[in-house]
């Protein structure tokens, strides 16, 4: 079992920054690849971005390449995900996921979400 805990949503200007934590428990993810989805009214749940096991590799969207920056603590056992150049279109539900064992695609576990509202 993993229980993610997601924080720091909010509601930004365009062009303003956020920065999203990931608290995991139940199971260190130091061992795992982790990552970041999120799901906009009306549209299906997309991949965002993700982060190896050490933190040395990472993927991302092309939409946010540039834009955001995935990192992990895992001494903390905490994932985050710093959005930057926030737009309109980065409005959605983001979720916390993992452990990633095939690229791109969702593990077992889900947290709750965090709403990131940017406004034009």
């Known amino acids: 079992q993993m229980q993610l805990v997601e924080s720091g949503g909010g509601l930004v200007q365009a062009g303003g920054s956020l920065r999203l934590s990931c608290a995991a428990s139940?199971?260190?993810?130091?061992?795992?690849?982790m990552g970041w989805f999120r799901q906009a009214p009306g549209k299906e749940r997309e991949f965002v971005a993700a982060?190896?096991?050490?933190?040395?590799?990472?993927y991302y969207a092309d939409s946010v390449k540039g834009r955001f920056t995935v990192s992990r603590d895992n001494t903390k056992n905490t994932v985050y995900l710093q959005m930057n150049s926030l737009k309109p279109e980065d409005t959605a539900v983001y979720y916390c996921?993992?452990?990633?064992?095939?690229?791109?695609?969702?593990?077992?576990?889900w947290g709750q979400g965090t709403q990131v509202t940017v406004s034009s």
């Open positions: 982060i190896g096991r050490g933190g040395d590799n990472t």
């Open positions: 996921n993992g452990p990633i064992l095939l690229l791109y695609t969702p593990g077992a576990y």
């Open positions: 139940g199971r260190t993810v130091s061992v795992y690849r």
